[in-house]
């Protein structure tokens, strides 16, 4: 967790696993993804998933204090 600035939390959590093309993923039945973006928004938060087959996720949580 990185705190950029008093008004602000970024939230990074990172993997080096094998990634996914995000485009073409149905999550259909798979939640945890589904899950965080929403409760992110519903706080609003900003939710951001970068993610390249063989170079892992990087998932992002931007807040406002």
Known sequence: MTLESAENVLLKIQDNGNGFELENTDFEGHYGLENM?????????????????????????????
């Open 37 to 65: 973006e929403q409760r992110t928004k519903d706080i609003n938060g900003k939710f951001n998933i970068k993610t390249e087959i063989g170079k892992g996720v990087l998932i992002e949580v931007f807040l406002s204090c």
